[in-house]
């Protein structure tokens, strides 16, 4: 599945000419790097492969107007770009009729890669990640993307606020919060 992430979110960005600049080469290894991290926090946002696949490749397109800007700032920029584009698609599928257009419509597991030959440790880390993706599914919005942000993508603190547009104490307020729910409701699974 990561490699099909990849390839539809490359398949969206415009081909690269051989002598473009080193910065438009820099962005396009960022973008790649940043494709399956970015599907799978859209994907658990919004529920939905193909919405999911979208955002991914908005963002990704909306990148390449700040290629000129500092490498550093990418990351809490597409960060942000993504969310925006993630929210944006929330509000209007509330403006949908449900039964139209539901938010799980194809209803499928994710396809798990795991090369390993053990089926116990692939049935293991099938069922860790199903957990944890339900339990972070039940966390308010806003304490899911503190906890995506900064645990599962290692934004700093300040990143994380930029990302998301909000202060620092904020962040941590959310993040704690999350920590605190997810503990709770993983506590019996060890």
């Known amino acids: 599945m990561l490699q099909a992430v990849t390839s539809d979110a490359a398949k969206a960005l415009p081909a690269i000419p ?3 600049a ?6 396009e290894a960022f973008l790649d790097a940043v494709g399956p991290r970015a599907f799978r926090f859209a994907e658990a946002s919004l529920r939905h492969r193909e919405d999911a696949l979208d955002a991914v490749q908005d963002a990704m397109l909306r990148m390449l107007r700040y290629e000129d800007r500092p490498a550093e700032e990418w ?3 597409f960060w942000r770009v993504l969310r925006s584009r993630i929210v944006d698609t929330q509000r209007r599928r509330g403006f949908r009729l449900r039964w139209l257009a539901p938010a799980d419509a ?3 597991e994710p396809d798990w890669a795991d090369d390993g030959p053990d089926p116990a440790r692939r049935h293991e880390g099938r069922e860790a990640w199903t957990r944890l993706a339900a ?3 039940r966390l308010p919005r806003r304490q899911r993307e503190a906890f995506t942000l900064r645990v599962l993508e290692e934004l700093d603190v300040a990143d994380t606020a ?3 547009g909000c202060s620092e104490g904020s962040v941590k307020t959310h993040l704690s919060r999350a920590r605190q729910a997810l503990q709770r409701e993983l506590e019996d699974w060890t």
């Open 18 to 20: 051989q002598g473009a």
């Open 22 to 27: 080193p910065g438009t080469r820099d962005l």
């Open 75 to 77: 990351s809490p920029l």
């Open 106 to 108: 194809d209803g499928r």
């Open 135 to 137: 339990a972070l599914e």
């Open 162 to 164: 930029l990302a998301m």
